[in-house]
């Protein structure tokens, strides 16, 4: 499956977006909230909620683990349902691992994407403690059925404080582009390309246009969508002439889209959700052709 599953996926629904369904308690729908009387309760069925109404809409999906394991006794039991849901109605399911701040910590969040209980297809993580942080997960993705997604460069405001900062005669960024490249290049999938992927910001135009143009087999997800300086055009750099070898991570973009439809109340989020992703697709088509 893996990066051919996605691959396919977006070429049947001509739609590249995957859904971020991490959010911060101001943005969960209020009515949520109020009947469920807590964000520990809320959040699962907000989860549950639009993986029922996007399926068959965008192609995958995408969790974070910290924010469940935070939730709580229940919360990692509450992942593991809304996993094995993503994956019975359809779609790629991508884990955001918890923070790895040492190779031991590595080690432990590759056995996240081997287990069972967990089912997921990728893992994003960040490789910013160097090869340490890659290697442990190599094995699963020479396997053929898991993916590594690495970000190169983070969409956050402060990112350009260290990644875009210059060591010798490259970035800091380009520093990890490389690292993924060389682990990557000899894992390909039947569509070309490799099953350890970057990560990069829709607000960074050159680290996507470089991406695309220095490593041909690199599978990259454009993080960012969500945040000012993200938008679709910046967005199309990271996709192949034929419309493939990329994805895009789009969160509140979708899910709280509902926030900002004039005369919209919480109760229709779905609705609005559904909008959104139309919308995001045509806005893409006007710079990206699908095959």
């Known amino acids: 499956m893996s990066i051919d599953f996605l691959h396919e996926k977006i070429r049947k629904l001509k739609n590249p977006l995957i859904l971020d369904l991490s959010i911060t308690e101001e943005l969960l729908p209020p009515h949520l909230m109020e009947q469920e009387g807590s964000f520990v309760k809320a959040y699962p069925r907000f989860c549950s909620e639009l993986l029922e109404a ?10 974070s683990f910290d924010t ?57 993580i960040s490789p910013y403690i160097g090869s340490d942080a890659i290697r442990p997960f190599v094995p699963a993705c020479a396997k053929g059925d898991k993916d590594l997604f690495i970000v190169v460069r983070s969409a956050n405001k402060s990112a350009s404080e260290l990644q875009d900062l210059l060591t010798g005669k490259r970035l800091v960024q380009g520093a990890a582009a490389e690292l993924v490249n060389r682990f990557g290049e000899s894992i390909f999938t039947r569509c070309n390309y490799s099953r350890i992927c970057a990560v990069s910001s829709a607000g960074s135009v050159d680290s996507l246009r470089n991406l695309r143009t220095q490593y041909k087999h690199m599978f990259i997800l454009v993080d960012g969508l969500d945040y000012p300086s993200g938008n679709m055009k910046n967005c199309s750099l990271a996709f192949d002439r034929y419309g493939y070898g990329a994805a895009i991570s789009a969160g509140p973009t979708l899910t709280a889209a509902w926030r900002d439809a004039e005369g919209a109340t919480s109760e229709n989020y779905i609705d609005h959700a559904l909008l959104a992703a139309e919308r995001l697709k045509k806005n893409l088509q006007r710079y990206v052709t699908i095959l």
């Open 68 to 124: 469940f394991a935070l939730l709580g006794a229940d919360g990692l039991s509450q992942l593991k349902s809304l996993l094995k849901r993503a994956g019975e109605l359809g779609f790629y399911t991508l884990l955001d691992g918890p923070q790895i701040l040492s190779p031991w910590a590595a080690d432990r969040a590759a056995l996240l994407l081997t287990n069972d209980e967990y089912p997921i297809q990728g893992m994003l």
């Open 54 to 63: 996007l399926s068959g809409v965008v192609p995958g999906v995408r969790f």
